[in-house]
Each structure stands twice: as structure tokens, then as C-alpha cells.
């Protein structure tokens, strides 16, 4: 970029209100990078010639293979509209919804966006996807409907039905922003209708009169019918929808290079017919005719069979230039037309054999898309001054605070925001959306410097006198010296010159190897102040509270002083700022508030996102809205194992570098990388191989996650014919009579209503489990409330320890609805109070399995102790903990994290322990180092080492027959004071196995992981794709043709496990008319029983007497068994006999 045009930007930079940071968001190949190429081209970045060939803002090699976006990349453009000069930070994004975790980055850095819908497909899943992100994040949309070549080449319409389609589409895009719209009014509607109850209920408590009881008793009578539209009708909606007269609507084709408003052409025919332009604006869309008699716009164009004034003034145009250009070719109407716009051509455009080159030309010059869409932008989408409160105050709202519960300081911070200040005592905040990598030869500091004139000349010169100076040696030599000794002289110089070479060789290695080496920038905006190079700031972790930060910090402090330590808090310099230029970076000395850039030397501190401040009353930001949660997992080792450590650097490079991809590693030691389809896999294994790690890895068949479940007994058999009591009974019997008789051993008793009751191998505890399946709303609800769960684990392991934990009202709120929403969902005689004996959940605390005590006479403190504050003072006394409470609930724990069926974690299920006897024998006292420890730790420690240490230290413990001093030993730990002792981890042990045989004793069924699959096709390959489908256990919910195509769009599920390979198979098998769109969305349970066997004679004449046919089930649980390496029941060979003829030979 030159310096001109640097200092140009630099200047706009400085004056926000002529600033847009905006980003481009789609369906996939719906046209966002050729759109961003227009306007790339508009700066003269690019030629016009390429916009739409060179994708210009899509730099990686796949990329350009593919022909999609994969990640989001930010250009900064300059623009004159009017007399105002703008500057447009634009950000492209991808479609693909793989790659939606960057388009939330984008988002989060804009104000506004342009949203693209082809003018053919309409509005797909991702349109509807980004369309929501952008509402989350408070962003204004303005829409560019695009591809409109496509209705004239493709689908022949006429320019009238070009109109109604349109229509259509319109209504489709309002359709969706106003469900978002009527959710948002509705939600605030029932919260004020509940603070309205709530400050009711205040005042009758607080009035004790009777009138004013009875006032009272009234009042919520009248309330109880209300109207809820009546929020939706108060509330003013017009500046959402899209709509030509508004400005916020462009019709446009990309790849053509022509765009066009409403108000553009209303421009041209107020001149030429007379009509105000106002009312040309109002009138160009909708059901408005020109009447020539009477030279005047009327309305009802449709009941009078007359063309609507859209059709007739505009589309009737292009139309005719289609025709005449591309379809007739007819050179003598297009020159015509072209002396008619004022268009010159180019003779080779004009003499093209593609006749889309000379359309090119001519719409590029009569109607440029840049000047339609960037004037738009520029009119339409607020500036970083135009901010809202609202969207500021949910920005600075983390976890489950209320802005108003924020310090004092932290909410003054909002003035910065607003006022967009970049005064010097202005606080800095900026926010880092996400970590990009960069190869280090490409950053400015690296990048070879043009030489000036002087510069050449004086090069030009040394070298002009070194060449001499050789010449005149050569000579002196050859006149001196005779032939031998110039042959001696060779090797003489010769052997200097390697030494030389490899002494520079040596010097400069370690610099290349250093420039080599990827370096990472920060995507990011600045909200408030001024960035300069070389600043000392906050690096404030998502965690991070404001409140104990300032109470922590000393009045004043700043970044630049020496800071005591504080959690998620760290401090660091910026080392270099960078302005956004696609495919290249200029360096910056400093960026004022407002505007996009890119930060240096944060890799050491700032993993995926941030918040950045000089001040530490800033709270952190809400963390990213992400569209598509990462499913597909894949172990990855390195070819040759001594590579190791460059595989571990790698993966943790490509952890930073990517928002959406994780990297685990597992139990079993392997390196677990995780990523949200096929698509983003196979990116983030190339970049590995070829960025990150440089070596040769291999990659495991990907690992599909399973949960296992129990369900109630079924009615009907595997042949659909109803279970008989005797039927029951004989499976039953069949089952026992299979069963290993270790199950039913001297401590271990499964009783026929499925309790299971083991005794520890010490005889000194015996537990009593039974297992239910919870109802699907409760698995969901738990599953969808995993984060306020672990927050309530938290609180009640702070009150068990005597710690004081502040919770926010929002928090204790939140908690107070999932109590109330569980005992709704929890309805019936064997749910009579169980959520109030709710003992945990699980696994890991906050999982969305539950266990419940059903003990007699044990009253332990409440999983909701924290909701009732009188309870915490009668803990001690009234429900106290009992000795080793914590050892049942971690033998919970771990038998929830791996089931019986393959180790995969459970769902659904809750544990009812029925009976749990401790012997009371007389126990010695223990030393005072060992009755320390407290039975919080127990809880805590146990899970780590995975049970093995504990079921080890059942085992160690004595036999039946030793002494009663050595078990009065033993039980002398099995108090508050031995959480760590024998009879502990023989507990942990025991109720492990417990759970599992519980879950046994039950209909065991394993769940499969489900994709929401969209696809959309036409009608000649709706058969194969619906073949593809059925092969792969796929379920189609129900299928739509879309109005003025012959597209139909087809909703169905897949299993994650079935997924591998589809899209290319659909795209194969329908020659790509059709392609999948793959988004996570549930867990189902897999209908047959794994463990099933043919008992009937009609199981037997249906499936066989092996019953060899395919079972679903047995299949994916097989599969898991031998990839964990556990013990698989299966038969290889049956038959083994050699086949002989018996006949003699004759």
C-alpha cells in the first residue's frame, strides 16, 4: 500500500463518526467474497477485471481450492460520499457453517452488517443462523440481494415474475427478523409482568390490614387474562424489516459487477420525468403504476393487470440488456443502449467472445455495485458514536451479573463507550475477538523495504567501483605472476571463501530459523481511548471480577506500575499495532477508539479472546455467541514418535490460532483434537502438518461420543408383538440362568425390582442402589443448565468448607427457576420429593444424571441450601453430613463418567440409594494430622487418579477371618478424620459397582450423538439424496418446495456416527446439484437393545437362530469396546470344518 493512501486512512481514523466497521454474512456461495472484491476493487487494491476471480480476501491456498471462506479477514477501505470521506473497516466471513465460530468473531467487532441472500435459493439455515448472530450481538443489517443474473439465465423468468419472486424473498428475511423480534418483546414483556407480581406480593405482605388484602386478592384477578400481542403493538418496529423505500435493500449481481438502490434510479427518472424524488422513493416498490394519460403514480397495479412501476422503470431495463448482450447478441442494439446510458467500451471488451465481458463492461460503468452498496452502508449503519446502552450494558454483563450489580467505577466506564472518547485520560478498552497466525516474513518490520533514487544510485556506484577494482587486481596479477603460481593462487582463494561462507552461513541461520517461525496478531477493536505502540495494559481474563480486582488493587494503579497479584489479571505490553489490509499488514504507531486493527506479541497471554484495559474496574465481555458446537474427534499422533514435542507446540499453536477447534488429552495419554465438522477437521489437520507442527502425523478413524442410557421395560418385542407376562418371566429366568454367578455372590444381592445391594469386602458398609430413567424434559433441561449446576456445586462446597461466597441475585434467581421448572418436570408417586432430596449431580458435579437419597433417617443439607438462608445456621444440628458422604458421592461420579456397556459417560439416569449401613464399632482414636482433613478434600481427590488407588486400597484391606483389633483398626479412618483410609476407597469401590449393576438390572440402551441435516435439491435427484439418507440411518423430518423454484429443501436428522463421508456422497450421487448443511443439535437414544437375543419362535423365524442381521446398537458399542481395547463378545469363525466332497473319484 503507499504511503499516500496509508496516511489517508490514518487520518479517517481519527474521526469516528465517519467511520463503519461492518462485515459481510451468508449462506455459503451466496456471494460474500466477490462482493467483498467489488468493493476491494473500488479502492484500486485489485483490477475491476478480477473482482470475483481473484477472491482477493480468502489468502490460504485451501481457500482457493475449495472455493469457500474458512476464516474471517478484515480490510480497511476509503470512501467519498458526498462531500464526506469515510473509512469502512469491512470484515468478510464464511458461509459454511463448519467455519460459524468466525463468523461470531466478526460480528462481535461490528456495528453494523450486510447480509447477502441469492436472489435464487432465498433464505437458507445459515441466512437464518446469521441473521441471528447479528441480532444477539445487537448488530443493524442491511441486506443485498444478489445473483439477480440468475433469474434471467437460469431460471428464464420475465421480469414481472423476477418481481413477485423478489417479493417473496422479502417477506422471507422480514419473517425471520421478526420471530427474533417477537421473542425479544415477549421475553421482556414476562419479565416485567413477573417484577410487577413480585413488587405486589411485597406490598401485601407488607400491609397486614385486611382491605388491603382484599384490594390485593383483586387485583391479580383482572391480571390474570392479558393480552400478549400488546407488547408487539406498542413496541415500534419499523426500522427493522428490510425494504427498498428504505434505503436498506440492494439488488445486485456480484459477478457482473452491476448493483443498484431504489433511490438511485429514482434519482435518474426525477429529471427526466419530473416527479419529485421523494415521491419516486415511496412509490418504486410496491403496487404502484404510471398512468401516462394522466402522467400520474397510481396505486393498484395488480387489480388493474398494469406493470408495477418497478418492473416497468427498472427491471425492464436490465432485462433488455440481457437480451440484447448475452442472449441475442445483437451489436447494433447494444451500441444503442450504450449511447443511450453515456457508456464508452473498450474495443476488446466489445470484441470478447464471452459476451458476459462486454455486460460486464457496460454495467460496471452504468450501474457499479460499490457505489450502490458502499453509499448504502455509509447512510444505513451506524457509526462506533451511534452505539447503544443496551448492547454497552450487555457487553459488560458477564456470567450471570446485572450491569446495575456492577461496582460504581465498572458502570462509569459506560460513558467512555458511548462518547467513543479518545482523550488522554480516556480509558483503553479494546476486545480481542480472536488470535490469528502470521507467517513472521510477512509483517511489516520483516518485509523488504523499496529502495528510493539515492539509494539505487549509490548502490549502483559501489558496485560500479568494486567491479574495477577486481578488473585491476586481475590485470596486476596476470602482468606478475606466471601461470603456476596463478593455478596455486585459485585454491589459495578458494579454501578462504568457504570458511567465510560458512562463518556468514553461521551467523545468519539462527535469524532465518527465526523469521520462519509463525507469529500471532489479534484480531480486535478498540471501544474506548487511544492504543499506542509499545503501552503497558490489563489483560483481563473471561473469569475475571472487577470487584475483587479493585479491592485487591491500590486506588489509581495502572497497568504500568508494579501490580500485586490478582486471579485472571496480567499485565503486558503492546509491542506493535497493525492496520488490516486483507493479505498484507501496515504497521501503525497508534489507532484511536472506534476502529479494527490487529495487536502483536499477545500470543504469551491471550489464548483465544480477551478483554484489554488500562483500567481494572472494566469487567471482562460476555464471551462469543458460537453457532456450532465442536463434535468430530480425532486422536493424532506423529509419524515418527521422537516428534512428540513438535506435535504437543502444534496443537497447542493451532488451539490459539482457531476459535472453534479444541485439543484434549485424554485418560488413555492420547492427543484428542476437536473440531466442528469435516470440513474444519481436514483444515485444521493440513494446518498442522504444513504450519503449526511441520512433520507427519497420522490421524485416527474420527471418535465417535456415545452416551448410555436406561429406559423403562418395553411393551412390544423386537417382532412388534406384546409382551406376555410369561414371556417376561422366561427371559427373566433366561437372564439369570446366564448370568455369572459372581453377580449374586455373598456381597452382592440383585433383588427382581432391580435394587442392588453390596456389602464392602470388610464387611463394614453396606449400600443399597436402584436406577431410573429421568424423563427426556429433565435430561434436557439439566443438559442445557450445566453451567448454573456447576455454580451451585460451587456455592455449597464453599458453605460445607465455612467460606463465604458472594452470589448475585441473578445468579441465586436462576437457581431458584431450575428448582421450580425440576419439581414440575418431576411429576408423580415414585417422584414424590425428589428434588429436595437431590443428593448430587453427575459426572463431574454437573452432569445431567442425578443422585437421590432415599436413606431412612439420613438428613444431609440440601444440593439448595444456598436458596434458604435460615438452613445454613441449622446445618450443623439438624442435617448434618454423615461420616463418608463424600465417598458416595464419588463413587457416583466415576460410575456415571464410564458406564458398563463401553465406558462412555451416562445420561439420563438417576441413582436412588435405598439403604447405606455403617457398623458402629468402637474405633481408636487417630492421630491429629490424619482427623484434619476435612470430608470436602475426600470429594475432591478422589476423582483424579480415576478410582484405581481406592479400589486398590479395598483390596489391600484384611480378610474375614483377621482379628476384630485389625478391623477396629481399619474402621478407626472411617470418620471425618479416614477420608483417606481403607473402608473410603472400599466405599468408593463398592458404590461404583453398585451404580453399575443398578444400571444393569434396568433396559440398557446406548444414545447416539444427532445432526440437524438441511439439504437443499432439486426435484430429478430428490430420490437419490432420500437413498443416501436411508443408507445411513437417516430420518427425514419433513421437506418444502420453495415458492418461484423448483429447489426443495429437505429437514432431516443423522447420526454423527453416520455422517463421515456424506456430503461427498450426496454431492457424487447427485452430480453436486445437492449439498449438506451438518449442525449439531441432540442426543437420541438408539432403539434396539444391544444385548438382545431371539427367545420366541417368531424372533427366531424373523431374524434367524444367530440373529446375525444387522443390530444397530451392537454395532456402534462393539466398535467403541475394541477402540478402548476392552473385551469384545463376538464370533469370528463358526464352522471351522474343512469342506470335503464324499463321493469317490470314479
Known amino acids: ?594 476502529n479494527v486493527l490487529g495487536i502483536g506479541g499477545l500470543e504469551d497471554f491471550v489464548l483465544k479472546s480477551a478483554t484489554i484495559s488500562t483500567s481494572p474496574a472494566c469487567p471482562p465481555f460476555i464471551p462469543l455467541n458460537f453457532e456450532a458446537t465442536p463434535i468430530v474427534r480425532v486422536a493424532i499422533e506423529p509419524k515418527h514418535p521422537s516428534e512428540m514435542p513438535k506435535l504437543v507446540r502444534g496443537m497447542r499453536l493451532l488451539n490459539q490460532a482457531d476459535p472453534c477447534a479444541e485439543v484434549l488429552i485424554q485418560e488413555t495419554g492420547e492427543h484428542v483434537l476437536v473440531t466442528a465438522g469435516e470440513v474444519h477437521l481436514q483444515r485444521c489437520l493440513d494446518d498442522l502438518r504444513q504450519r503449526f507442527a511441520k512433520i507427519e502425523i497420522t490421524a485416527s478413524k474420527p471418535i465417535i461420543p456415545f452416551r448410555e442410557t436406561v429406559v423403562r421395560p418395553p411393551k412390544l418385542d423386537m417382532v412388534n408383538e406384546e409382551l406376555g407376562r410369561q414371556h417376561k418371566t422366561a427371559i427373566i429366568h433366561q437372564v439369570k440362568e446366564e448370568a455369572p454367578q459372581s453377580r449374586f455372590s455373598d456381597t452382592l444381592h440383585v433383588d427382581p425390582g432391580g435394587l442392588v445391594t453390596i456389602t464392602t469386602p470388610n464387611r463394614l458398609a453396606t449400600v443399597g442402589v436402584c436406577a431410573l430413567p429421568l424423563p427426556a424434559e429433565v435430561t434436557c433441561l439439566l443438559e442445557a443448565s450445566s453451567e448454573l449446576v456447576r455454580t451451585l456445586e460451587q456455592v455449597n462446597m464453599s458453605l460445607r468448607e465455612g467460606r463465604s461466597l458472594t452470589v448475585s441475585p441473578r445468579t441465586l434467581e436462576d437457581i431458584a427457576h431450575l428448582k421450580a421448572r425440576l419439581a414440575a418436570l418431576l411429576q408423580g408417586h415414585k417422584w414424590k420429593n425428589a428434588v429436595e432430596h437431590i443428593w448430587a449431580f453427575g459426572p463431574r458435579r454437573y452432569g445431567p444424571n442425578i443422585l437421590l437419597n432415599s436413606v431412612e433417617g439420613y438428613q444431609r443439607p440440601s444440593v439448595w441450601q444456598c436458596l434458604d438462608p435460615a438452613e445454613k445456621g441449622a446445618e450443623p444440628c439438624a442435617a448434618a453430613l454423615r461420616d463418608l458422604d463424600n465417598s458416595i458421592v464419588s463413587g457416583f461420579q466415576l460410575a456415571t463418567l464410564s458406564g458398563p456397556m463401553c465406558e462412555e459417560p451416562l445420561m439420563g439416569v438417576c441413582f436412588s440409594v435405598e439403604r447405606w449401613d455403617l457398623q458402629q464399632t468402637r474405633a481408636r482414636p487417630e492421630p491429629p494430622s490424619r482427623a484434619a482433613a476435612p470430608d470436602s478434600e475426600a470429594g475432591e481427590a478422589v476423582p483424579e487418579d480415576g478410582g484405581a488407588g481406592l479400589e486398590a486400597a479395598a483390596a489391600a484391606t484384611p480378610e474375614e477371618e483377621a482379628g476384630p483389633g485389625q478391623v477396629t483398626r481399619h474402621w478407626a479412618g472411617a470418620g471425618s478424620a479416614g477420608c483417606y483410609g481403607p473402608v473410603s476407597g472400599q466405599l468408593i469401590a463398592v458404590m461404583k459397582e453398585a451404580c453399575r449393576h443398578a444400571f444393569q438390572a434396568r433396559p440398557q440402551r446406548l444414545m447416539a450423538a444427532m445432526y440437524t441435516c438441511e439439504i437443499m435439491a432439486t426435484a430429478e435427484v430428490l430420490g437419490r439424496v432420500y437413498g443416501v439418507l436411508g443408507k445411513r440411518e437417516g430420518r427425514v423430518l419433513h421437506e418444502e418446495m420453495k415458492e418461484g423454484t423448483d429447489m426443495f429443501l429437505i429437514s432431516a436428522v443423522l447420526p454423527v456416527a453416520e455422517s463421515f463421508g456424506f456430503a461427498d456422497e450426496i454431492r457424487k450421487r447427485t452430480s453436486g446439484l445437492a449439498s449438506p448443511q451438518l449442525v449439531f443439535s441432540h442426543w437420541e437414544v438408539i432403539a434396539s437393545d444391544p444385548y438382545w437375543v431371539p427367545t420366541t419362535e417368531e424372533e427366531y423365524l424373523h431374524f434367524g437362530e444367530k440373529a446375525d442381521s444387522a443390530n444397530q446398537a451392537l454395532k456402534y458399542m462393539n466398535a467403541v469396546r475394541r477402540r478402548k481395547g476392552l473385551y469384545v463378545e463376538e464370533k469370528t469363525v463358526e464352522h471351522a470344518e474343512k469342506q470335503r466332497t464324499l463321493g469317490k473319484n470314479k
Open 1 to 594: 500500500m503507499g504511503h499516500k493512501g496509508l496516511d489517508k486512512i490514518i487520518a479517517l481514523q481519527k474521526n469516528p463518526a465517519n467511520i463503519r466497521n461492518l462485515c459481510i454474512l451468508a449462506h455459503v456461495d451466496h456471494g460474500k467474497t466477490t462482493l467483498a472484491d467489488c468493493l476491494v476493487a473500488s479502492n484500486g487494491i485489485i483490477s475491476s477485471r478480477l473482482a470475483g476471480k481473484l477472491r482477493y480476501l480468502d489468502s490460504r491456498e485451501d481457500e482457493q481450492l475449495r472455493g469457500i471462506t474458512m476464516k474471517s479477514s478484515a480490510i480497511s477501505l476509503h470512501y467519498a460520499f458526498g462531500e464526506k470521506e469515510y473509512l469502512l473497516n469491512l470484515i468478510d466471513s464464511p458461509g459454511h457453517v463448519d467455519f460459524s465460530s468466525e463468523v461470531s468473531t466478526a460480528v462481535r467487532l461490528c456495528d453494523g452488517a450486510i447480509v447477502i441472500v441469492d436472489a435464487v435459493e432465498g433464505v437458507c439455515p445459515q441466512t437464518q443462523a446469521v441473521l441471528r448472530q447479528a441480532w444477539l450481538e445487537n448488530i443493524r443489517p442491511v441486506l443485498v440481494l444478489n445473483k439477480m443474473d440468475r433469474l434471467i439465465s437460469e431460471l428464464k423468468l420475465t421480469s414481472l415474475e423476477a418481481f413477485t419472486h423478489l417479493q417473496k424473498i422479502l417477506e422471507q428475511v422480514n419473517a425471520v427478523t421478526g420471530a427474533l423480534f417477537t421473542s425479544k418483546v415477549l421475553e421482556e414483556r414476562a419479565e416485567k409482568e413477573e417484577q410487577k407480581e413480585k413488587k405486589e406480593q411485597k406490598e401485601r405482605d407488607s400491609s397486614g390490614s385486611q382491605a388491603g388484602e382484599s384490594q390485593a386478592a383483586e387485583t391479580p384477578g383482572a391480571d390474570q387474562v392479558y393480552d400478549w400481542s400488546a407488547g408487539l403493538e406498542e413496541t415500534d418496529d419499523s426500522h427493522l424489516y428490510f425494504s427498498p423505500d428504505q434505503g436498506n435493500v440492494v439488488f445486485a449481481s456480484a459477478i457482473d459487477g452491476w448493483g443498484f438502490s431504489i433511490q438511485q434510479f429514482a434519482r435518474i427518472y426525477s429529471q427526466k420525468m419530473g416527479i419529485r424524488e421523494e415521491v419516486l422513493c415511496k412509490t418504486l416498490w410496491g403496487d404502484f403504476f404510471l398512468n401516462a394519460k394522466a402522467k400520474k403514480i397510481m396505486k393498484g397495479a395488480q387489480a388493474k393487470g398494469k406493470k408495477p412501476l418497478f418492473v416497468q422503470l427498472v427491471l425492464d431495463n436490465i432485462w433488455t440488456l440481457y437480451d440484447a448482450v448475452v442472449t441475442r447478441r445483437d451489436k447494433e442494439k447494444v451500441e444503442k443502449m450504450m449511447t443511450s446510458l453515456g457508456v464508452k467500451v473498450m474495443a476488446r471488451d466489445s470484441r470478447h467472445s464471452d459476451p458476459k465481458v462486454l455486460l460486464s463492461a457496460i454495467c460496471s460503468q452504468w450501474l457499479p455495485i460499490s457505489q450502490a452498496v458502499l453509499s448504502m452502508v455509509c447512510e444505513k449503519l451506524p457509526s462506533p458514536l451511534d452505539i447503544s446502552t443496551e448492547r454497552i450494558e450487555r457487553l459488560m454483563s458477564v456470567g450471570a451479573r446485572r450491569f446495575d450489580s456492577l461496582p460504581e467505577r465498572t458502570q462509569e466506564l459506560k460513558n467512555a463507550f458511548v462518547q467513543c472518547s479518545r482523550e488522554a485520560e480516556a480509558p483503553v478498552i479494546v476486545f480481542v475477538s480472536k488470535m490469528f497466525a502470521v507467517d513472521a516474513k510477512s509483517l511489516p518490520q520483516n518485509k523488504q523495504r523499496p529502495l528510493t533514487h539515492e539509494e539505487l544510485a549509490e548502490r549502483r556506484e559501489q558496485a560500479r567501483q568494486r567491479h574495477a577494482d577486481r578488473m585491476a587486481a586481475n590485470q596486476q596479477a596476470q602482468s606478475s605472476a606466471g601461470p603456476a603460481h596463478h593455478v596455486v593462487s585459485l585454491p589459495a582463494g578458494g579454501e578462504g571463501d568457504p570458511i567465510q561462507m560458512e562463518s556468514l552461513a553461521a551467523v545468519k541461520e539462527p535469524e532465518v530459523e527465526e523469521v520462519a517461525k509463525d507469529t500471532f496478531v489479534a484480531f480486535a477493536r478498540v471501544y474506548s481511548g487511544v492504543v499506542r505502540r509499545g503501552q503497558r495494559v490489563f489483560i483481563l481474563g473471561p473469569k475475571y471480577d472487577p470487584a475483587q480486582g479493585l479491592n485487591m488493587l491500590p486506588e489509581g494503579c495502572m497497568a504500568s506500575d508494579s501490580v500485586p497479584e490478582v486471579p485472571h489479571l496480567t499485565c503486558c505490553t503492546l509491542d506493535s499495532l497493525y492496520l488490516l489490509m486483507g493479505r498484507e499488514l501496515e504497521e501503525l504507531d497508534e489507532v484511536p477508539s472506534g
